[in-house]
């Protein structure tokens, strides 16, 4: 079955840093760029980053620069997304998605005191 | 970056329905846009990508049209499994954006 399962999602405070991961499963990974879109809740879709077949290319929305980075692992087959200085703002629900034709479920990540 | 502004912001229809979901873009580029459909507590899902090309699957009542800065997604008839809220995407340039949504709800 054709899957991303992201994990690492959380609580944690302003400042903190996290790591969030994505599964892949069901196709060949290693020929698809990969992103992360967020979604606060009850609010809509901002995608955050993005990383070329082979990790040569990455891309990344300006609030996050810096602060964030996409990483991928073409032969376990999973994303990865190291978010550092967190912020309240980067609270949301973190999609894992591939070329935005596929998504996972999400895992949520909570910044807060 | 390029804004992208949809309209309306929500509608209400009733099954049977035509209905029209406009989205606009700040600056101008070919036929680099999708649509997707989420509903709640679910993950978005693509329908069109390219403007109007309909993805495997997606039903064709779906159909998207426009280039330029104007686009617009028609679902003709509207059923029920079709309340649910549309997004339109950019990926002509970074960083990729999305339009703010349009909730479509049941008269």
């Known amino acids: 079955e054709v899957e991303l399962v992201e994990s690492g999602g959380g609580l944690v405070q302003p400042g903190e840093s996290l790591r969030l991961s994505c599964a892949a499963s069901?196709?060949?990974?290693?020929?698809?760029?990969m992103s992360w879109v967020r979604q606060a809740p009850g609010k809509g879709l901002e995608w955050v980053a993005n990383?070329?077949?082979?990790?040569?290319?990455?891309n990344y929305v300006d609030s996050v620069k810096g602060r964030f980075t996409i990483s991928r692992d073409n032969a376990k087959n999973s994303l990865s997304l190291q978010m550092n200085g967190l912020r309240v703002e980067d609270s949301a629900l973190y999609y894992c998605?591939?070329?935005?034709?596929?998504w996972g479920q999400g895992t949520l990540v909570t910044v807060s005191s | 970056a390029i804004r992208m502004t949809q309209s309306p912001s929500s509608l209400s229809a009733s099954t049977g329905d035509r209905v029209t979901i406009s989205c606009r873009a700040s600056q101008g580029f070919n036929n680099y846009l999708a649509w997707y459909q989420q509903k709640p507590g679910k993950a978005p899902r693509l329908l069109i990508s390219a403007a109007s090309t309909l993805q495997s699957g997606v039903p064709s009542r779906f159909s998207g049209s426009g280039s330029g800065t104007d686009f617009t997604l028609t679902i003709s008839p509207l059923q029920s499994e079709d309340f649910a809220t549309y997004y339109c995407?950019?990926?002509?340039?970074?960083?990729?954006?999305f339009g703010g949504g349009t909730k479509v709800e049941i008269k």
């Open positions: 069901g196709f060949t990974f290693s020929t698809y760029w």
């Open positions: 998605a591939r070329d935005l034709d596929l």
């Open positions: 995407q950019q990926y002509y340039s970074y960083p990729l954006t």
């Open positions: 990383i070329k077949q082979d990790g040569s290319e990455k």
